[in-house]
């Protein structure tokens, strides 16, 4: 993670440079502590809270990580191994987390996405699916019923609603407030188009 000062000075924050390595299993031997020697493995997206807490999407280790004004990575969520599961720290897992937004609760919301979904967890790491399937389609219809593929990029509007780039979809989602799930534009399929809602269209949005 690196830092840009407002003065152009440009600085490391958080991570040695090296991935993070591996037991037999393929799981991630994920290495928390001071700052500069903390390892991630792609780090996709972040978020801060009020209290200058940063909280890390960190892709390839299926992790959620943190890291403290006082310079100190932790793991709030994920076990470092892929997979699917509720639950507080690293009795919850993930499969490749990529977007990280905060919402107007005070908690993190995560696009999952190679698990299709996006998850809630909070500030003390309890993680629970907030909505999709877990199927990968483009259904729109009430969050537990509908279906991502692959989302990525999230961000919230002042009422609430949540936006998600739903990368292979080529379209861009609404969940709003009510936990419905729309399309908010594209039409499904990879092209350069401006106009309305479905009549748009994107190609692999982020």
Do not use: C
């Amino acid at each position: 993670l690196r830092k840009l000062s407002s003065q152009g000075v440009l600085s490391t924050l958080a991570g040695t440079g090296s991935e993070t390595s591996r037991d037999q299993e393929n799981q991630a031997l994920i290495q928390d502590g001071p700052a500069l020697k903390a390892t991630f493995n792609w780090p996709a997206d972040l978020v801060a809270d009020a209290a200058g807490n940063v909280y890390i999407a960190d892709r390839h280790n299926h992790a959620i990580r943190k890291l403290s004004p006082d310079g100190n990575v932790s793991t709030l969520a994920g076990n470092g191994a892929a997979g699917y599961a509720e639950g507080k720290g690293k009795n919850a897992s993930f499969n490749e987390p990529m977007g990280i937004v905060l919402g107007p609760d005070q908690a993190l919301y995560v696009s999952d996405s190679q698990n299709n979904v996006i998850r809630r967890v909070t500030l003390q790491g309890e993680v629970t699916t907030f909505a999709g399937s877990g199927l990968a389609g483009s259904r729109d219809d009430q969050a537990d019923r509908a279906e991502f593929r692959t989302p990525s990029g999230l961000d919230f509007d002042k009422a609430g609603n949540l936006y998600v780039a739903d990368r292979l979809n080529h379209r861009i989602r609404l969940i709003g407030k009510d936990k419905k799930v729309s399309t908010l534009g594209g039409d499904g399929k990879p092209a350069l188009r401006d106009g309305p809602g479905e009549n748009s269209a994107f190609s692999y949005p982020f």
